[in-house]
C-alpha cells in the first residue's frame, strides 16, 4: 500500500480544511488507518484513527470535536475534516496504514507507539493567528 497525503495549506485560525489520504493497493479496504502530526521540535502526535469500514472512530482529545475522521473505501481515501483551527494545530500530517489492528482503538495505540506498516509522506497544515 502506497499513501498520499494532501490538503495541507495555511488557513486563519477558526478556519477549516480538508486533509485525504488516498492509497494504491488492493488491501487498503482490510486496513486500519490514522493520521498523526508533528510540529517542528515536538514529539509525534496521535490525531485520529479508523477502522476497517469506517465505523469505528478515535480521537485525540485535543482534537475531539473539532476533526472528523472518514474514509471512502470505493476510492482507497481516508478523509481528515478540520473545523475551527486553532495555531497549535499547525504541524506536518501524516497518515498512515496497518491489517493488523481490528479496531480504530488497536490502531490508535499501534500509532503512539509508532507501530504501522505504511505511512505516507506529510503534508503541511499552518494556522495563523
Known amino acids: 500500500v502506497q499513501l498520499q497525503a494532501s490538503g495541507g495549506g495555511l488557513v486563519q485560525a477558526g478556519g477549516s480544511l480538508r486533509l485525504s489520504c488516498a492509497a494504491s493497493?488492493?488491501?487498503?479496504?482490510?486496513?486500519?488507518v490514522g493520521w498523526f502530526r508533528q510540529a517542528p521540535g515536538k514529539e509525534r502526535d496521535f490525531v485520529a484513527s479508523i477502522n476497517r469500514s469506517g465505523g469505528g472512530t478515535v480521537y485525540a482529545d485535543s482534537v475531539k470535536g473539532r476533526f472528523t475522521i472518514s474514509r471512502d473505501n470505493a476510492k482507497n481515501t481516508v478523509y481528515l475534516q478540520m473545523n475551527n483551527l486553532k495555531p497549535e494545530d499547525t504541524a506536518i500530517y501524516y497518515c498512515a496504514a496497518d491489517r493488523s489492528p481490528p479496531t480504530a482503538q488497536a490502531m490508535a495505540l499501534a500509532m503512539m507507539r509508532g507501530q504501522y506498516d505504511y505511512r505516507g509522506q506529510g503534508t503541511q497544515v499552518t494556522v495563523s493567528s
Open positions: 493497493g488492493r488491501t487498503f479496504a482490510n486496513s486500519a
